[in-house]
């Protein structure tokens, strides 16, 4: 199915914080794929927050982006963050198609995908969201397998990287020898490794599920729909 594999890995991480820059490195030191799912209006210093502990979480300047990212893809994560359902249709339809823009003109590339904030989504949100150009949306309700999505506008990752059965739904799929294709797709935020002081478990999943024959690296793009793209810069 991809490439003559019917496994394939991706990974799908929300915000573009400081904490991407560590997350990127090691994706591409094992040579794997993420998209990144970026808010166009909060690149600056009013992105920023304080979260637990008090440990402050910088969002990064725009100009620094496009050589960060470069390889992976960018998908839609709406301008302001903001919550889907709470919203007009107009401004629905401005937080997507704004974003996709100014993504779009930020990174060179056309963008086809986005992920819902705060996972919050209904018929109408998906509605909007193909008019806007938008041909796949991630959700944050977890799959717990390894199944390929139904609606592409509504699909669910394999799992969060905090679910606790992370490593056996890893066995499965490294051991998996059928013949339907299968997807691994991890989700989360780079910061949260920063707060829990757990960098290492992105790092032996990403040291355990790389560098093998049988299985196929992408974007969810690459993964999900037929022409991907991903950022060329």
């Known amino acids: 199915m991809w490439n003559g594999k019917n496994k394939a890995v991706t990974f799908s991480y929300d915000d573009g914080v400081e904490q991407d820059i560590r997350l990127v490195e090691i994706f591409n030191y094992y040579g794997l ?41 960018i998908a839609v ?75 592409m506008l509504a699909f669910g990752a394999t ?14 799929f490294l051991s998996y020898e059928g013949e339907q294709p299968v997807v691994f797709c991890l989700w989360g935020h780079s910061y949260e490794f920063k707060l829990n002081n757990n960098w290492e478990l992105i790092e032996s999943f990403c040291r355990n599920i790389a560098n093998r024959k049988d299985i196929f690296y992408g974007s969810n793009s690459e993964i999900y729909l037929k022409n991907s793209n991903v950022n060329p810069r």
Not at 62 to 71: I, N, V
Not at 130 to 151: F, M, Q, S, W
Not at 159 to 172: P, Q, T, V
């Open 33 to 73: 794929k993420c998209t990144f799912n970026l808010n166009s209006g909060l690149m600056n210093e009013s992105g920023s927050w304080v979260a637990q502990q008090g440990i402050r979480i910088n969002r990064m300047p725009s100009e620094k982006l496009p050589e960060l990212y470069k390889g992976h893809e």
């Open 77 to 151: 994560h709406c301008v302001t963050h903001a919550n889907l359902q709470e919203l007009s249709d107009a401004a629905v339809r401005s937080e997507i198609i704004d974003d996709k823009a100014a993504l779009e003109q930020l990174f060179g590339c056309n963008i086809r995908g986005m992920a819902y904030p705060y996972g919050a989504f209904d018929e109408r949100i998906m509605h909007i969201a193909v008019e806007c150009g938008i041909e796949y949306a991630r959700t944050t309700i977890d799959r717990h397998d390894l199944k390929l999505p139904e609606n």
């Open 159 to 172: 799992c969060h990287h905090s679910y606790e059965g992370l490593s056996k739904l890893l066995d499965d």
